[in-house]
């Protein structure tokens, strides 16, 4: 049984083909932003930028010692430094992440048309472990800065709200695709929804009676 029955005014080939285009721009877009990451001739240059931010945001109470002079702030970084390098292979993970989210909006759009479930599969795939990987970052970004987030409590309410769109927007297709195999094999699905109805009204009387 279908979760959804249409998305908002439009069917639900229209409002999956939609979320298919929306999230190809979306990972065209972030995979070339991680090629012009990658290509850059100032590569060392742009995450030195980014880390001082981060630093200088993170410590807005160490920018003065004790006696009132400066600290020595962020650290240079240099080609050979761990934390160079870690940020250098996510943006590679996040590249290949970008391409295969590519492909499977791709699939999805031209499944959504056509109506072809296993062309709607790989995006399913990729939007639950999407989830699940955004959940764990968050959580562990969540843990880490505990004492700075009332400060970040904007990015708290996107991340959520970020969390609860990709979830809708799974369901949604899910919805679709439930509905076309329903279609392709109704007496399985009317005989599975039979059995379940009873075995729900013979278990009914163990907590309504």
């Known amino acids: 049984m279908a979760a959804f029955e249409s998305c908002c005014c439009c069917s639900l080939r229209a409002g999956s083909a939609f979320i298919g285009f929306l999230g190809l721009v979306l990972s065209v877009g972030g995979g070339a932003l991680c090629l012009l990451l990658v290509t850059a001739e100032d590569l060392v240059g742009i995450l030195q930028a980014a880390y001082n931010t981060y630093y200088y945001l993170e410590n807005p109470n160490k920018l003065y010692g004790p006696n009132g002079t ?18 250098e292979w996510v943006i590679l ?6 391409f295969a989210a590519s492909v499977s909006n791709s699939l999805l759009i031209i499944g959504s048309i056509r109506e072809a479930t296993w062309m709607m599969l790989p995006w399913m795939v990729v939007q639950w472990l999407t989830i699940l990987l ?41 919805s679709l695709y439930q509905a ?3 279609r392709e094999a109704p007496e399985f699905y009317q ?3 039979l059995v379940h109805r009873h075995i729900w009204l013979s278990q009914k009387g163990k907590y309504f009676d």
Do not use: H, N, S
Request: aromatic share 12%; proline share 4%.
């Open 180 to 182: 076309i195999k329903e």
């Open 93 to 98: 993970a996040t590249l290949l992440y970008m």
């Open 70 to 87: 400066e600290t020595a702030g962020p650290r240079d970084l240099e080609l050979a430094d761990p934390t160079l390098m870690y940020v």
């Open 191 to 193: 005989g599975a929804e």
């Open 134 to 174: 955004t959940i764990a970052i968050f959580g562990l970004v969540l843990w880490q800065e505990l004492v700075a987030m009332p400060r970040y409590w904007w990015a708290v309410m996107f991340m959520v709200a970020v969390v609860i769109l990709m979830v809708l927007a799974f369901v949604l297709v899910l």
